[in-house]
């Protein structure tokens, strides 16, 4: 297991940046445990984000690999915004950032190569502790349809 620590911004001018440096490190990550802290000081506020993490192993199977919701047709658009309420509403209980729960990224390949099951979500890169925290609220959601 590694560790990283983050700082996001909250300022026009570095916020986005920021969280596209946070996003890029993220990928083909495990995401073991999060700490997250709102630091207010008198130049800046921002958050520090602690990660703990694990390089994700290569799924056997090539995935289909989508990174925008560009790509989504009507009815996976509708889902990929109920997954997005979802995760909004799970980030606000839990008080955390929402992409700690999964980014944008991560939705749309779950809907792009329709899983229907947890061993379907783990060969996507989806570590155990996040499977097993998420894996099933997910689930319902995308089978609902």
Known sequence: MKIKTFHIRLTKEHLQADEEALNAF?????????????IKTEKVNFWTIL???????????????YS???????????????LK???????????VNPFLIAQNRDLII???????????????????????KYGHLILKIILEK
């Open 110 to 132: 779950l809907i792009k190569n329709k899983v229907s099951n947890l061993e379907d979500m783990k060969k996507l890169g989806w570590g155990e502790k996040r499977l097993a």
């Open 26 to 38: 993220l990928e083909g990550k495990e995401i073991v445990n999060t700490y997250s802290e709102l």
């Open 68 to 82: 925008t919701n560009s790509e989504l047709t009507e009815s996976e658009q509708n889902l990929y915004e109920n």
């Open 51 to 65: 990660i703990s993490y694990n390089e994700m192993a290569q799924v056997a199977e090539t995935p289909i690999q």
């Open 85 to 95: 309420k979802w995760r909004q509403n799970q980030a606000e209980q839990e008080q």
